[in-house]
Each structure stands twice: as C-alpha cells, then as structure tokens.
C-alpha cells in the first residue's frame, strides 16, 4: 500500500501500488489546478482507493467536454485526486501527492499543445490534444 496526501495531511489516500496508468497532462487547466506547467495523474479503479478526511470540490468542464471532480483539502488547498466523466469508475490521483520520486513515468503525453517548450516528457507515447479516455486522437 501506498500513500496520497495533501501538504497538510488531513486529505490522505491509500492506493494499493504504483499504478501502470500514468499520463501527464499538459492542458491549461492542469497548469492552473497544479500551479505548475503541468500535471501528472496516476490512474486507479475507484474501489481500489481508500479516502480519508475531508475534501472540497471543484467541477469544471474538460476540454474533451465531459465534468472533471478535483478534490481538494479544504485546509491547505492540495489537489489530491479527481474523476472524470469521461472516466467511469476511475480515480486520477496527482503523482506529487504520492512524493515518491521512484513512482512509474507518464506513459502518456497529452494536450501537448500547451506544452512549455522546456518540458520534455522521455518515454511517453505524444498527443496533441486527448485525454486519458481517448486512445486515437492525434
Ligand atoms: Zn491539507
Ligand atoms: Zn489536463
């Protein structure tokens, strides 16, 4: 078992491993909800995830048209998990709030469309646009 928290630790999630499902998202609304030039979400069945203490939601509309559930610490603000719509029954959990520097890469690049030229992300199968769902977009 395997740990998410927030910066306070009142928000914590226990995950059964690494998960093979990791994608790094490039899209602005990433940028925005990480405050970083993007995001990487490790993906889980949901009943696989335990969550403990309280979190907040904020619904947005995706690019790909479906609602994305962030959950964030109502204390501290930390973006710990989300579900998408277009993602039944899964869980994306924000790679930085498992902290372990070992944790599997992104198998997938997506939204690279607004990437930052610096970011390279090695190893990756590259989209464009997509999401996670989205397995033929280009
Ligand atoms: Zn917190
Ligand atoms: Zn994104």
Not at 75 to 92: K, R, S
Request: glycine share 10%; net charge neutral.
């Amino acid at each position: 078992m395997i740990d998410a928290r927030c910066c306070c630790g009142m928000l914590s999630l226990s995950l059964p491993g690494p998960s093979q499902l990791v994608v790094a998202c490039h899209c602005l609304d990433c940028q925005r909800r990480t405050g970083a030039p993007f995001g990487v979400g490790a993906f889980y069945p949901a009943h696989a995830v335990t969550i403990s203490g309280p979190s907040q939601e904020y619904v947005r509309t995706a690019a790909s048209g479906g609602k994305v559930r962030s959950h964030f610490c109502p204390d501290c603000g930390t973006t710990v998990f989300w579900q998408a719509d277009n993602l039944p029954g899964m869980i994306g959990v924000a790679v930085g709030a498992i902290a372990d520097p070992d944790f599997p890469p992104p198998i997938r690049s997506v939204f690279e469309q607004s990437k930052h030229g610096w970011v390279e992300i090695a190893g990756a199968e590259h989209s464009q646009q997509g999401s996670v769902a989205k397995k033929n977009s280009s």
